[in-house]
């Protein structure tokens, strides 16, 4: 749990049913009015690699995983890999140049990307106007041409081309470093 003393109570937490402050519409027609083209597939919700590997069938291009997290000096952080990555945070913070990193909590998720937990996505970043989070993306993962995310809820997959991502992210405001880490050896 977080326990930063600008944490807000539990109580500021939104129920299941709070609207997002962006919604998945909303993000796609955002992505539609830069130009972006995005293919979206709606699908039970999901909270889990193992269970997106399951369920997504032959759903083509870079499958990724998204953390969230915080530093020592209170950095917000949005790591985006390859599902398959291996990401150990004692050595990611070295690799990426922040403090000591953990995983940010739920209330701070909500409060700084406006998302549930189980939905992270770079697409979030359309809700962080006051640029709070610095954006990695793995070396690895950028490889791929074409790139899969949740668009903002985990009940669907966005597929969107790598330099199209690279686009979006920009015009949320944020350059984001390119990075090499969790690779698996093969």
Same mark, same amino acid.
């Given at each position: ?17 709070? +609207? ?14 830069? &130009? ?8 039970? @919700? ?13 759903? +083509?291009? &870079?499958h990724c995983k998204n953390l969230f997290l915080k ?25 990426? &140049? ?18 549930? @937990? ?10 962080d106007t006051g640029h709070k989070v610095r954006v ?14 949740? @668009? ?6 966005t597929a969107i081309r790598r330099d199209d991502l ?21």
């Amino acid at each position: 749990m977080d326990t930063a003393s600008t944490s807000l109570p539990d109580a500021s937490l939104p129920d299941g049913d709070a +609207p997002l402050p962006t919604s998945p519409d909303q993000l796609l027609a955002r992505l539609d009015a830069l &130009g972006i083209q995005a293919t979206t597939h709606s699908h039970p @919700p999901l909270h889990t690699v193992e269970e997106s590997k399951a369920l997504r069938g032959a759903l +083509p291009g &870079g499958h990724c995983k998204n953390l969230f997290l915080k530093d020592k000096k209170d950095q917000h952080w949005l790591v985006v890999a390859l599902e398959d990555a291996k990401i150990d945070l004692n050595r990611l913070d070295k690799a990426i &140049g922040s403090a000591r990193l953990s995983f940010a909590s739920a209330e701070r998720l909500w409060r700084v990307l406006g998302i549930r @937990p189980g939905s992270v996505t770079p697409f979030s970043l359309v809700n962080d106007t006051g640029h709070k989070v610095r954006v990695v993306l793995q070396q690895a993962m950028m490889e791929h041409d074409l790139l899969n995310y949740h @668009p903002l809820l985990n009940d669907r997959t966005t597929a969107i081309r790598r330099d199209d991502l690279m686009r979006f992210i920009r015009a949320c405001g944020h350059e984001p470093a390119i990075v090499e880490f969790g690779r698996t050896q093969e």
